[in-house]
């Protein structure tokens, strides 16, 4: 090999660079504290933490996924089930002793839900990015990521314009496990799919590495945190939504045509400022979180990838269907699969079979999209 074949990686921060981003966090943090109060504080540090841990230990919802499809590695798979799990563990108690003051990420279960989160799992193997995904890869200086995300978000608000629609097309009563007796058929539930993939797997892909366990057990311990500060399970989608809707106000548009945009609570949390949206705050912190491990890592060096004009294409529509898809299934994988299964809602198992099922459909499309070779 000669030197000039070699390919150099750009050199990381310095000691210096490092300390100024530190401070600047921080004062980034200080400043909605003192505007909107310790609360909000607090909650932009917790999605700072999310951002840092999905992007530092290199773990998400997406790719374990279609590792378990294409490879057969159940390892990330079981990693989530863990997490959720682990949740589970302290959300049942905390939501039986403080129903009045937390609540769970329940949902009722419909033809709209299931369609949703089917057509989601095909649209986020598209984009190799879910809700927190699609943030974290917009972070971390992702170009698919970045053009993904205000899509998502337009798709985000449409869905919810057009919610009410939806659900009048029939949906189940909202049912939610609770108490010990729910937390242990959550845990088995967790169990039986984690042996599902373990069968499935090959073999010694139940192993989990060390970075999955970090990941795991952090993010289940941020999870329950922004549960106890926030009084709700961590979510993605509506703050996505809620951008948009501010801007469509801002510019003199009127919500009042939208059910869901015109009840008094999302109206208020329209005309309200952003810094007092929680979902806001985490999404803001996960971006946030991403962006600074990456350039702790070794600064920003992506390269816009040479994909024909059908895949960059393919890319914005699949934003515009995750947004649109997530909000008629009540959640992407954090808000339905994730909070949802771990705060005892039934609406997040169904979610995770639909969503599982759309992904094997999403994989088969990328080579057709031009977003990869053809297997």
Known sequence: MTPSSVVRRPA?????????????TGLIILTVALFAGPRSGTILMIGLGFGLTLEGFRFGFTGPWRRMILERDASGLIAQFVSIGLVALAAFPLLAAHGGELKGAHAPIGIAMIGGAFLFGTAMQIVLGCGSGTLVNAGSGNPI???TLPFFA????GGAYHLSWWTDLGSLPVVALSGTRGLLITLAGLAALAGLAILFGKSGSHRLP???????IVLAGLAVLHLVVSGQPWGVVYGLGLWVAKGVVAAGGDLSGSTFWAASANAAQVKASLLTDVTSLTNLGLIGGAALMTWWRAGFSAA?????????????????VLGYTSRLAFGCNIGAFFSGISTGSLHGWVWFIAAFAGSWLGIRLRPALGLEARR
């Open 304 to 320: 816009l990838p040479r994909l024909p004009l059908r895949a960059w294409m393919a890319v914005v529509l699949a934003g515009l």
């Open 154 to 157: 337009l798709g985000s608000f």
């Open 210 to 216: 060390a970075r999955y366990w970090g990941a795991a």
């Open 145 to 147: 990521g970045a053009l």
């Open 12 to 24: 990381g921060p310095s000691a210096i660079s490092r300390s100024g981003i530190v401070l600047g």
